[in-house]
């Protein structure tokens, strides 16, 4: 089992920036790749960033490319979403997942290949 906390959401306006992190215990978290998902009112949760285990395979929606920076401390046992020049459309609840694939650069973008989830904290982009 692992247990995931993200943090770091809120309210901000259009071109701001706030930095999101997830904060695992319980099951190694160094051995998983780890991704962030965002699902808005009405839509279905879409991937928007990942890391490998290793932490040297990074991947990014298109939508969020050369915004957002994902990035992890083992040590730490935390990820962190970098996200600067917010839009409205990023206006989601976003969370954070772990996957315990044995490939140290294997990241997947489907939320099905994640094993466990954190409860999500809220991002809001005022225009």
């Known amino acids: 089992q692992a247990q995931l906390v993200e943090s770091g959401g809120g309210l901000v306006q259009a071109g701001g920036s706030l930095r999101l992190s997830c904060v695992a215990s319980g099951r190694a978290f160094s051995s998983s790749a780890v991704g962030w998902f965002r699902q808005a009112p009405g839509k279905e949760r879409e991937f928007v960033a990942a890391i490998s285990w290793g932490g040297t395979n990074n991947v990014y929606e298109d939508s969020v490319k050369g915004r957002f920076t ?58």
């Open 70 to 127: 994902i990035s992890r401390d083992n040590g730490k046992n935390t990820v962190s979403l970098q996200m600067n020049s917010l839009k409205p459309e990023d206006t989601a609840i976003y969370y954070c997942a772990a996957d315990f694939t044995p490939s140290r650069s294997v990241v997947r973008i489907t939320p099905s290949s994640y094993d466990f989830w954190g409860q999500g904290t809220q991002v809001t982009v005022s225009s």
